[in-house]
Structure formats: structure tokens, C-alpha cells
């Protein structure tokens, strides 16, 4: 069946550190790709998408590619704030959100 | 349209009570999901309609879960007997059918069984 997979954190960064979260995935079909994140204490909020192969999801600073070749979805933000301090969760959707385990990503001034 | 929102935010219950959360989703999302998700995981999937018809339920939802979404709008999901591992946050979403508007969730509702 489809699944995702992320890199293992936790992720602890310097402030203005570049960032890059790595996920792959194994899916049947075309499916459109997220990426999410959950501040401490707060619910899930969409960060980026992206619906076919080679679009460029971006948002707040975040960018992700979709890598068909590669079945990749990398994250990444080129200077990284103690804001940025949250869970992130790669996901796929061919009908449902599917997601990955999540990557913890703490941000030190 | 303030988002989807959960109802309790949080729930305690004694181990063999029943339990039933509500989700109201965005009003013109006709695509409602639920997911669970323990410390330190992904959400997983649990089950989604689309209008008031269920069209997937995944094998994680014993037959001590049921949901329901009577009139397309609103949904409730009920567990039954709880066991103790049945503590989780419990997450919903809605979207529209295309795929590409992405989904948005509600605030979940934390429940803890004891």
C-alpha cells in the first residue's frame, strides 16, 4: 500500500541554520503531496502542497519539489527561526491523507 | 466559516465506558475524515465519508469504533467499551473532492482512558 517515509529526528539547528527534512514515498498512481506542521499545543495546519510531478510548493519561507523519479519531497528553508520549532509531517493523498511519522525539527538562538 | 471544529477538546473516561466525539467540518467540504494519532506519530487513518456515505474504513477501527455522518454535515465517532489503548488524540478533517485544496483539521480531541 502507499506510505511515507521521513527522516528521524529530532532536528536541532542553530537560528538561521539551512534546513532540510527528507521524506520519500511509495504510492500507486499519481497521488499530491503535503507537508504539515504542529506548533506545541496546536492542531495540524498545511504548510506546502504540491499536485504533480516537478510542481514547487513554498510557503512562509519553505519550499518542497516534487520528485517523481526520485519519489521525493524533500522540505527545506534556507534560514531557519526559533518559530520554525514544531513536528513535520510529510504526506501523500490518493483519496486519503496518508502520513508520515513526523520529524521534530527544535530551532536554538 | 471559522474551520472544522471538534467537540470535546478533551474527554477522561473509566476503561469500559463508551465514548462519542462530534466533528463539524467546513460547511462546503463534502469530504469528512477521521484519524488517530499517539505521541510522538503520524496521524493514522481511520475512516472517511464522503457526503453521508463511508466510503473506507481501515482495518485499525475494530468493530468497538462505528461513525456516522446522518445528513452529510456533522460526524460523530462513538468508541465503545474503552480499553486503555484506545488513548489518543483523535483528529478530523474535511475536503472537497479535489484533491489539490489539500484538507483542513480540526483541534482534535485529546481522550485519555483510565
Known amino acids: 500500500g502507499d506510505s511515507v517515509t521521513q527522516m528521524e529526528g529530532p532536528v536541532t539547528l542553530s537560528e538561521e541554520a539551512f534546513l532540510t527534512i527528507n521524506c520519500t514515498y511509495t504510492?500507486?498512481?499519481?497521488?499530491?503531496l503535503f507537508w504539515y506542521v504542529q506548533y506545541p499545543g496546536e492542531g495540524l495546519q498545511l504548510l506546502l502542497k504540491?499536485?504533480?510531478?516537478?510542481d514547487k510548493g513554498s510557503n512562509k519561507g519553505f519550499e518542497a519539489t516534487y520528485r517523481k523519479e526520485t519519489t521525493s519531497f524533500h522540505l527545506e528553508k534556507g534560514s531557519v527561526q526559533v518559530s520554525d520549532s514544531a513536528v513535520y509531517f510529510c504526506a501523500l493523498s490518493g483519496g486519503k491523507l496518508i502520513f508520515g511519522q513526523g520529524t521534530e525539527l527544535s530551532v536554538k538562538p | 466559516d471559522t474551520g472544522v471544529s471538534q467537540d470535546p477538546r478533551h474527554k477522561i473516561t473509566k476503561r469500559g465506558q463508551n465514548v462519542t466525539f462530534r466533528c463539524d467540518p467546513i460547511s462546503e467540504h463534502n469530504r469528512l475524515y477521521w484519524y488517530r494519532q499517539t505521541l510522538g506519530q503520524g496521524p493514522e487513518f481511520l475512516t472517511y465519508f464522503q457526503n453521508e456515505a463511508q466510503l473506507e474504513k481501515s482495518r485499525l477501527l475494530s468493530d468497538r469504533f462505528s461513525a456516522e455522518r446522518p445528513k452529510g454535515s456533522f460526524s460523530t465517532l462513538e468508541i465503545q467499551r474503552t480499553e486503555q489503548g484506545d488513548s489518543a488524540m483523535y483528529l478530523c478533517?474535511?475536503?472537497?473532492?479535489?484533491?489539490?485544496?489539500?484538507?483542513?483539521f480540526g483541534s482534535g480531541t485529546r481522550l485519555t482512558v483510565v
Open positions: 478533517a474535511s475536503s472537497l473532492d479535489q484533491k489539490e485544496y489539500g484538507y483542513t
Open positions: 504540491a499536485t504533480k510531478a516537478d
Open positions: 504510492a500507486t498512481g499519481y497521488p499530491s
